[in-house]
């Protein structure tokens, strides 16, 4: 039994000499050859179209993803500074998992990369080997005798047959590819639009933000003012927020009123 | 005697240099026939590189038919036992 490569280059072949036996008139084989061909090519640029726009749509989602990991930060961070170290631990699993997310998309995005690489490059040989086949095709047709006909053509004609399912081949995988990309682009969209991620207009609020804004009195300068009043007095902010200050107890303090000495 | 590998297209290799990649096309078989995945892509890799490291490639608008056919660096296995069956995932 011969190896896998003699095999691959027999079954290759065979298909070419199939189509060629099947022509009355070698040179109605070439012109029909060369539409297939020009129909080929036109689906291999098609496919790279695909393929780039998929590539878009994740890149979209990736920038998406990242924005409400950082938001979960963000969250975690105020979280803590309120001491409520249950709502950050909350906003950092689920940046966690986000996280998660973005990594496997990002594999994914490097992958469609990598096909549309190369069918680019496979357009191009394509291209190039179509131009090819359409001189010799006239040389051929324009010189025909029957003696010739079948050793020309059937080098050309197999030459290009390969190429044809090669590229064939690279076509329909990467549309395999670009299709499981897209049932899955789909389901992330409808994650987003269903609130369980926030949604990309940022008006939907999640569970977190909400108890956050309601224990900082739903304004985020509340919060930013105790942390500086924490900064100044060099405590933490918990303690400016419930109204300490280092190594003092909390005792009730008359506010500062402005006082003139009378003269 | 030119080698096509599936998706980066073809290269001429000079016939002493077949008994090195004969050896190893015959193995690489022999992971396709046992199924071994690991063992298949190993193999793969090793012949990809024999052929790249000692082929000439032939320019784009070249219209040669290949004698040898290698595939894509990223099938499976399962691909290629599909396109080893005579009616499998070659178009044409």
């Given at each position: 039994m011969s190896g896998v490569m003699k095999r691959m280059g027999l079954i290759f072949r065979a298909k070419a000499n199939k189509a060629l036996d099947r022509a009355e008139d070698p040179r109605e084989t070439l012109d029909y050859s060369y539409q297939k061909q020009l129909e080929l090519l036109q689906k291999v640029r098609r496919g790279v179209a695909d393929v780039a726009t998929s590539r878009k749509r994740l890149e979209l989602q990736l920038t998406e993803l990242q924005r409400k990991s950082t938001t979960y930060e963000d969250q975690g961070r105020k979280a803590l500074a309120l001491g409520r170290e249950d709502l950050a631990r909350e906003a950092l699993?689920?940046?966690?998992?986000?996280?998660?997310?973005?990594?496997?998309?990002?594999?994914?995005?490097?992958?469609?990369?990598?096909?549309?690489?190369?069918?680019?490059?496979?357009?191009?040989?394509?291209?190039?080997?179509?131009?090819?086949?359409?001189?010799?095709?006239?040389?051929?047709?324009?010189t025909y005798t029957a003696a010739q006909a079948q050793t020309q053509i059937g080098e050309a004609f197999s030459g290009i047959s390969e190429e044809m399912g090669d590229v064939g081949l690279a076509v329909q995988r990467a549309e395999d590819k670009t299709e499981q990309l897209r049932a899955r682009a789909g389901a992330l969209d409808e994650l987003l639009a269903s609130g369980a991620l926030d949604d990309p207009s940022g008006l939907a609020k999640d569970d977190?933000?909400?108890?956050?804004?309601?224990?900082?009195?739903?304004?985020?300068?509340e919060l930013e003012l105790q942390k500086m009043k924490a900064e100044l007095a060099g405590g933490s902010p918990q303690q400016a927020i419930e109204g300490g200050k280092p190594g003092q107890t909390s005792q009730s303090q008359p506010q500062d009123t402005p006082r003139f000495d009378k003269q | 005697m030119i080698v096509r590998i599936m998706g980066e297209g073809q290269v001429e290799l000079d016939n002493a240099r077949f008994t090195e990649l004969n050896t190893l096309d015959d193995q690489l078989l022999a992971a396709i026939q046992a199924g071994d995945e690991e063992g298949f892509r190993r193999t793969l890799d090793a012949l990809l590189d024999a052929v790249r490291r000692l082929g000439e490639p032939l320019p784009d608008d070249s219209l040669e038919p290949s004698e040898l056919i290698l595939p894509s660096p990223d099938a499976t296995l399962e691909e290629v036992r599909a396109m080893l069956r005579d009616d499998g995932l070659i178009p044409g």
């Open positions: 699993s689920r940046r966690a998992a986000l996280q998660q997310q973005v990594s496997d998309l990002e594999v994914q995005h490097t992958q469609l990369q990598g096909e549309e690489e190369k069918l680019t490059v496979a357009s191009q040989r394509l291209q190039a080997k179509v131009d090819a086949f359409r001189t010799k095709k006239e040389t051929i047709k324009a977190i933000q909400a108890e956050l804004d309601r224990l900082s009195g739903g304004s985020d300068v | -």
